[in-house]
T-cell receptor, first 117, second 113 residues
C-alpha cells in the first residue's frame, strides 16, 4: 500500500531564510507526487506536481521540489520565505489507474510552517 | 470560471443523524473525489466517482455513500453519525485521463454533537 511520511510536524523559520520540507513516500511504481498548501480553515491549493521527466519541478509562489527515486523523497524547497508562506503543507502520492489517469491521493500528516518576522 | 464549490460550509448534527454534503466540480471536470480531514491530520480518501459510478474507495465503512449526477456534481451521505465523523470534508475534481490537476473545494465543516 502507498504511504507518505512528513517527518517534521512543525517548522519555524525567519522571513527571508531558506526552507526545505521533507517528504518520503512508499509506492510500488513510478509515483505521481504532489505538494499542496492549506491555510487555516481553507481547502488545498496545489503548489507543484511530478509525473515524469525532469526531477526538479518548479511550482507557484517560488517553490520547487526535487524527486529522488533512490531516496524515495520529494522535498519541497524555497530559497527565501515570506511571511505569507505560513500555512500547513501536505505531500501526497497519487494512485495510477491506467493510462494517464490517477485516482486517490494519499497524503502525509502535514508540516505546519511558522514564519518569524 | 468557478472552481470546486461545496455546500454547506458549516453544519452541526447530532449523533445518529444523517447528513448530505454537496459538491459541484470545476467546469470541464468529470471526476469527483471526497476526502475527510480530521483536525490536525492529512486528508483521507473516501471515494472517487467517474461516469456516475464509484471507481475507487478508501477504508471507510458503508455508512459513507455517495452519488454522482449526470452533470458531474456529487453528494456525500453519511448515516448514523458518530462523534468521530466530525471533520472537514473536502471535495476534489479533475478531468480523467489527462493527468490534470486535482482541484479542491473549501470544504464542509461537520460537527457531530
Amino acid at each position: 500500500a502507498q504511504s507518505v511520511t512528513q517527518p517534521d510536524i512543525h517548522i519555524t523559520v525567519s522571513e527571508g531564510a531558506s526552507l526545505e520540507l521533507r517528504c518520503n513516500y512508499s509506492y510500488g511504481a513510478t509515483p505521481y507526487l504532489f505538494w499542496y498548501v492549506q491555510s487555516p480553515g481553507q481547502g488545498l491549493q496545489l503548489l507543484l506536481k511530478y509525473f515524469s521527466g525532469d526531477t526538479l519541478v518548479q511550482g507557484i509562489k517560488g517553490f520547487e521540489a526535487e524527486f529522488k527515486r533512490s531516496q524515495s523523497s520529494f522535498n519541497l524547497r524555497k530559497p527565501s520565505v515570506h511571511w505569507s508562506d505560513a500555512a500547513e503543507y501536505f505531500c501526497a502520492v497519487g494512485t495510477h489507474l491506467g493510462g494517464t489517469s490517477y485516482g486517490k491521493l494519499t497524503f502525509g500528516q502535514g508540516t505546519i510552517l511558522t514564519v518569524h518576522p | 470560471d468557478a472552481g470546486v464549490t461545496q455546500s454547506p460550509t458549516h453544519l452541526i448534527k447530532t449523533r445518529g443523524q444523517q447528513v448530505t454534503l454537496r459538491c459541484s466540480p470545476k467546469s470541464g471536470h468529470d471526476t469527483v473525489s471526497w476526502y475527510q480531514q480530521a483536525l490536525g491530520q492529512g486528508p483521507q480518501f473516501i471515494f472517487q466517482y467517474y461516469e456516475e459510478e464509484e471507481r475507487q474507495r478508501g477504508n471507510f465503512p458503508d455508512r459513507f455513500s455517495g452519488h454522482q449526477f449526470p452533470n458531474y456534481s456529487s453528494e456525500l451521505n453519511v448515516n448514523a453519525l458518530l462523534l468521530g465523523d466530525s471533520a472537514l470534508y473536502l471535495c476534489a475534481s479533475s478531468h480523467t485521463g489527462t493527468r490534470n490537476t486535482i482541484y479542491f473545494g473549501e470544504g464542509s465543516w461537520l460537527t457531530v454533537v
